[in-house]
């Protein structure tokens, strides 16, 4: 059970550590590609939301079914959409914030034999609570250092 709690204090602590990695930052500064061809940084807030959302929907049902189909979806085309890519983060970072809150809960109420069901991911075949776990809490960390990595790079 340590590698799940560890993963769910990671999970835990994002809404927080997002808010603080982009505070302070101007429109522009959030409009600004962190990289050719990438993502702006108000596009990987937005991002990780629609992640999250999509693992905490994802794990409530290999939770609750048979080995159900996890479907994909398009993060590309979800990040060019206005509330992925114009919109503010306030209403993000408070959706994050009660999402996480939630994810949470549901997380440490899971028994030990949970950890093992799995879905099956249309792209990715089998897959257990433990690795969508492990998958997005490491996925919301890398995001985080990469908006950290780049806004110490620009001296922002």
């Given at each position: 059970?340590?590698?799940?709690?560890?993963?769910?204090?990671?999970?835990?602590?994002?809404?927080?550590?997002?808010?603080?990695?982009?505070?302070?930052?101007?429109?522009?500064?959030?409009?600004?590609?962190?990289?050719?061809?990438?993502?702006?940084?108000?596009?990987?807030?937005?991002?990780?939301?629609?992640?999250?959302?999509?693992?905490?929907?994802?794990?409530?049902?290999?939770?609750?079914?048979?080995?159900?189909?996890?479907?994909?979806?398009?993060?590309?085309?979800?990040?060019?959409?206005?509330?992925?890519?114009?919109?503010?983060?306030?209403?993000?970072?408070?959706?994050?914030?009660?999402?996480?809150?939630?994810?949470?809960?549901?997380?440490?109420?899971?028994?030990?034999?949970?950890?093992?069901?799995?879905?099956?991911?249309?792209?990715?075949?089998?897959?257990?609570?433990?690795?969508?776990?492990?998958?997005?809490?490491?996925?919301?960390?890398?995001?985080?250092?990469?908006?950290?990595?780049?806004?110490?790079k620009m001296n922002w």
């Amino acid at each position: 059970m340590t590698e799940q709690k560890n993963y769910i204090e990671a999970i835990e602590r994002l809404p927080e550590l997002l808010k603080n990695a982009v505070q302070g930052l101007s429109d522009s500064q959030l409009d600004t590609p962190v990289g050719e061809g990438k993502w702006t940084i108000r596009q990987i807030a937005h991002h990780i939301a629609d992640a999250n959302i999509n693992a905490y929907g994802r794990m409530k049902l290999v939770a609750t079914e048979q080995k159900p189909i996890l479907k994909p979806y398009d993060q590309d085309q979800w990040a060019v959409l206005a509330d992925g890519k114009n919109s503010p983060l306030e209403p993000t970072l408070i959706l994050l914030e009660g999402l996480h809150r939630r994810w949470v809960i549901f997380l440490r109420a899971l028994p030990e034999q949970a950890w093992t069901k799995e879905g099956i991911h249309l792209e990715n075949g089998k897959i257990s609570m433990l690795d969508v776990l492990r998958t997005y809490s490491n996925h919301g960390n890398s995001h985080l250092q990469q908006i950290t990595n780049f806004r110490q790079k620009m001296n922002w």
